[in-house]
């Protein structure tokens, strides 16, 4: 069993139920786009997506957070395809299938962490959208939630270094305090890194 297998293997959310803020400011409208979540956990921000009408699909490393994924969106009457993968590897998904791709807090090692954004981004089709919310490094300073290794946090540099060598535009990349409520592991003031990217 791997790390988040052992993490999502209990009956609560760990993460909460409720999606991401970042993700509902950005979609809160109803909608009929073919969305892929990256690092999708427990299935928080795919429920809600498909509940706005959305055709959302879910790769994750757990084979846990899949069936916790498949309940939450059963619980809300909707459906989500969720696959196991690990988004680390490259070409693991399909090329220009998707209108959005979304990633929040998708922490994995740091040898993975470029071919993460190449996924995220190819899996989009031109003129598709990719949105996320990352822990940045000063995120340690808080403690409130995400990776403890340095490693496996973001900056905003380090992004861009990513996004130059993919076809994508920046429309919004910012590092803000804010403050997050979601389940039992994300609580309190953090540093987060959201972005807004347009593909090519």
Request: aromatic share 8%.
């Amino acid at each position: 069993m791997n790390h988040w297998d052992e993490k999502f293997k209990h009956e609560d959310y760990i993460y909460g139920v409720e999606p991401n803020e970042w993700i509902r400011s950005v979609f809160n409208d109803r909608g009929d786009s073919k969305i892929a979540l990256l690092a999708e956990g427990e299935g928080r921000n795919a429920a809600y997506l498909a509940t706005l009408g959305h055709k959302v699909t879910t790769y994750d490393f757990s084979k846990e957070g899949i069936e916790k994924t498949k309940r939450l969106a059963g619980s809300k009457g909707v459906e989500v395809d969720a696959n196991l993968q690990d988004i680390t590897i490259k070409d693991a998904l399909p090329s220009n299938v998707y209108d959005v791709g979304i990633s929040v807090f998708g922490h994995v090692p740091a040898e993975g962490k470029e071919t993460m954004f190449s996924n995220l981004v190819n899996c989009v089709k031109p003129g598709g959208t990719v949105v996320f919310e990352l822990y940045s490094i000063q995120q340690l300073e808080f403690g409130t939630g995400g990776p403890q290794n340095l490693d496996m946090l973001f900056s905003v540099d380090e992004i861009e270094g990513y996004l130059r060598n993919l076809s994508a535009d920046v429309i919004e990349l910012k590092e803000i305090i804010t403050m997050r409520h979601e389940g039992k592991m994300h609580n309190g003031k953090s540093a987060v890194i959201q972005g807004k990217i347009l593909k090519r």
